[in-house]
């Protein structure tokens, strides 16, 4: 029972071994797949319904990259990353056409998981990648489409990661790397099992610091995970424990005509996060009899977020009223143009604190059913967060407008022009500048409670039959501790608001095996996200938001609905070469989109613009034949809108001012969505030139793709509405505005592993070995810096975040203490 329980938990964790076990089940050796995110009996991957990707800690470790999203861009079907923040360790991973970021504003739809929890931030579902620590995967699983069984936000696919354990680690490793951009990073690890098998334990902690390779961005991470574990014939718990305290500047969109002969250059700074976190969770399992198991997890997690962002800062004020929070008021308007400008810099500053409880249980039958092998599981969850949040900002208003402002005492002869230093950096002294302001104070509390069920049922040994239900009841609290409640009398408006999400989400899939090497499938499933806390106090058009987010009073929105189709088959041509093919339809109803509001380049608001559809197609081939391994596969996304609905950005070529303060452009249906690329190839080869060395190559390609601010496709660069603000006149030359497309791009990786024995290893990195010069997102944008960096004129211009240039580094690591069988 003990070996049954080790090698069949482990292995249903884990989904990257072989298992000959669970003879109810299956006849013969094959991966096997956790129905959920917690620990159950495995189900052999051939029956399942669905194509999912499986990455080893080996594979991982041995490929370029910093986080996992790095393995994942450049080895799973379907998946492009992005640093819309401009810093690797802020990734952005995009799996279909749905969203895991970490940034608030970008439109979220999926689940990610740590050892059974819920690791999307509460507040804004973001997925923050440099709190998971490459060092401690033990096993990760990429789970496709609206499964329901993954709870809130899984509207495109999950993310399931498994820890490793002191089994898998036993010993000590010591490791350190060197190399391009000033990249250092130290790695200590050690884990062990006691003499009697009954304990294990692991802990290790990695430090990593770098300048980056822009202008001003340096990071500096500190990670500690750490498990210990007990388990004896019938049960099995893991108490695990995940650190860390990580500084990032990601300086993020830099408008394209500053990059000239420059691609480190960077738009305004600091663009500084600090993510500070604790996240405790307890595991278990128990074999109450051989055909049931019992399972759980409960976790605490604490998080601790702060950010400063110094930018352009640009207000529209009405002459006869005064700015939201500064006592100033426009004097000398002509009444034709009853607003007035103030521009400046701006240094907004956030803290976000949450608390985050949860509780989960299930219970795994894997007993026959009127002569049927069956499984059948049912459990219940419970989530509780408290989210405290501040935003303060501080002005320095420019001499740019030509307006004088009274109130404050400030007049337009005595303001400074200097609103930044040569280097971009926001100034925050002189003339024009203001005291510091609260924007918003915002305590939310929001709970989910859920019940969820799902059976396989094999007809027989060539038809199984897949179901599941999901039932989430989501609260969510928001108290204004800045304005207080909402006064009808003064219409003061408040964040004050409570609202209420129910829904049960079902899926059904058949899968068909006429062979052991041929599975054919096909799918229905539906997931929902409830909108969270920042999504409810930013959601009203006439009152913008500042993101990382200034908040106004709200309207309620409607929670996001995915219904998803998936058919696909798998299979293997030989012993050595396998293949596996799908097509998907995805229809989000009630999508969540940040949209600018009125004419600012800064502020927007978050609304439920209609259905947005995603539908595809993925192809993969992979193989072994003595020491060469290899991998490819080709994955086609089309992400369009399926409801027309209005958009606001003056630097859109089809958005004329037309005579009005508003540049709205129309989006219909059928229009791609941005940041998606409609096609990838990505291909992998690795080579072992002798038992002790091996040489790694990965090429992926990814076409061109639309950017932010071109949701109906339609502008262009050098057209009549890139017109300049103040004097009607095109900027610059015929690429005025810039492109509304950023150009495919190709990138070649390189690896090298090299062991000396007694312990020790060498291993090598290199990316982008040809130093292609490329772009990895973009966005239609305002700025008042031209080509030299010198403020002045508003210039409009595409953003964009430039790929990372050639690099590479060297590593070394030394192993000592390990179980028998590894040395």
């Known amino acids: 029972m003990k070996l049954k329980l080790t090698a069949i938990i482990a292995l249903a964790l884990a989904s990257s071994a072989s298992l000959g076990a669970a003879e109810k089940l299956t006849t013969s050796t094959i991966n096997v797949y956790s129905a959920t995110p917690l620990p159950s009996l495995g189900l052999p991957l051939n029956i399942i319904p669905a194509n999912i990707q499986i990455a080893t800690p080996k594979a991982i470790n041995a490929q370029s990259g910093v986080s996992l999203a790095d393995f994942m861009s450049t080895n799973m079907q379907s998946v492009s990353v992005t640093e819309m923040g401009g810093n690797p360790w802020q990734p952005e991973v995009t799996f279909r056409g749905y969203s895991a970021s970490p940034l608030l504003g970008m439109p ?50 999950a993310i399931a990661i498994q820890t490793k354990s002191g089994r898998q680690a036993q010993g000590v490793g010591i ?120 399972s759980g997890n409960a976790y605490y997690r604490k998080s601790n977020r702060h950010t400063k962002n110094g930018d352009l800062y640009e207000s529209d004020i009405d002459a006869a009223e005064t700015h939201d929070h500064y006592n100033i008021a426009c004097a000398g308007v002509e009444d034709v143009d009853p607003e007035c400008e103030l521009k400046g810099s701006v240094l907004n500053t956030s803290h976000t604190k949450q608390d985050n409880y949860g509780i989960a249980g299930q219970m795994t039958f894997n007993q026959d059913f009127m002569g049927m092998k069956n499984q059948f599981i049912a459990g219940t969850g419970f989530d509780y967060s408290l989210i405290r949040f501040r935003q303060n900002e501080r002005v320095n208003l420019s001499s740019e407008s030509e307006e004088t402002f009274a109130g404050a005492g400030i007049d337009s002869a005595d303001l400074t ?133 200034a908040m106004a009073d709200d309207p309620p929105l409607k929670q996001v609905v995915a219904k998803t189709y998936d058919f696909g088959t798998r299979g293997s041509l030989t012993e050595e070469i396998k293949w596996n093919a799908s097509i998907y339809h995805a229809m989000n109803h009630q999508d969540l989109q940040f949209i600018r509001a009125g004419n600012s380049t800064s502020r927007g608001y978050y609304d439920n613009v209609g259905r947005t559809q995603r539908q595809g197609l993925d192809l993969g081939l992979g193989g072994q034949h003595d020491r060469f391994r290899w991998n490819a596969s080709y994955s086609y996304i089309r992400a369009t809108f399926d409801s027309d609905f209005s958009l606001v950005n003056s630097s859109n070529s089809s958005a004329p001012n037309s005579g009005s303060s508003i540049n709205i452009y129309n989006v219909q249906k059928g229009d791609k969505m941005p940041s998606i690329p409609e096609h990838q190839f990505k291909a992998r080869a690795q080579y072992d030139v002798t038992p002790k060395w091996s040489v790694g190559t990965n090429l992926v390609y990814f076409s061109d793709q639309f950017v932010i601010g071109n949701e109906n496709n339609k502008h262009q660069a050098g057209a009549a509405g890139c017109l300049n603000n103040n004097t009607g006149s095109l900027r610059g030359n015929s690429n005025a505005c810039g492109s509304g497309k950023i150009g495919d791009y190709t990138v070649v990786n390189l690896d090298t592993q090299y062991n000396f024995g007694g312990g020790w290893k060498a291993f090598a990195k290199a990316i ?16 008042m810096f031209d080509a030299s960096g010198a403020y002045g004129g508003e210039i409009k211009s595409r953003g964009v975040i430039p790929g990372a240039p050639r690099a590479a580094w060297f590593g070394m690591r030394y192993e000592f203490g390990g179980a028998p069988e590894a040395k």
């Open 417 to 549: 022009a200097r609103v930044f230093d040569a280097s971009r950096e926001a100034i925050l002294t002189g003339a024009g500048a203001l005291p510091q302001t609260q924007t918003v104070g915002l305590t939310g509390k929001q709970w989910t409670a859920s019940l969820f069920a799902t059976d396989t049922l094999s007809l027989n040994d060539k038809w199984h039959l897949n179901a599941g239900v999901r039932y989430n009841h989501t609260k969510v609290e928001n108290n204004d501790t800045l304005r207080g409640a909402y006064v009808p009398v003064t219409n003061e408006r408040s964040l004050t608001a409570t609202d209420d999400y129910k829904r049960l989400n079902p899926s059904i899939g058949i899968t068909h095996t006429p062979t052991d090497k041929l599975s054919i499938f096909g799918t229905y499933s539906e997931s929902s996200r409830a909108p969270t806390s920042i999504e409810l106090g930013c959601s009203n058009p006439a009152v913008g938001c500042l993101l990382p987010s």
């Open 108 to 157: 979220q739809g999926m689940s990610t998981y740590v050892d059974g929890v819920r690791v999307n931030e509460p507040f804004g579902d973001v997925t923050l990648w440099d709190k998971i620590p490459n060092f401690a995967i033990g096993g990760m699983q990429l789970v496709p489409g609206s499964n329901p069984m993954y709870g809130l936000n899984t509207l495109g696919g």
């Open 175 to 294: 490791e350190a790397e060197y190399g391009s951009w000033n990249r250092q990073r130290a790695l200590v690890e050690y884990g062990g099992v006691s003499k009697d098998g009954s304990m294990d334990f692991y802990i290790g902690h990695q430090t990593t610091k770098e300048d980056g390779w822009r202008q001003f961005s340096p990071s500096h991470l500190n990670q500690t995970f750490a498990k210990t574990g007990w388990q004896s014939e019938k049960t099995k718990l893991d108490l695990s424990y995940i650190g860390t305290d990580n500084k990032l500047i990601g300086n993020g969109f830099t408008p394209e005509h500053m990059l000239s002969g420059d691609r480190d250059q960077i738009h305004t700074r600091p663009d500084w996060t600090n993510n500070y976190y604790h996240h405790l969770a307890l595991n278990g399992s128990h074999w109450v009899n051989n055909d049931v198991m019992l």
């Open 768 to 783: 982008n070995i040809f130093d292609n010069d490329y772009y990895v997102a973009g966005r239609l944008a305002e700025t």
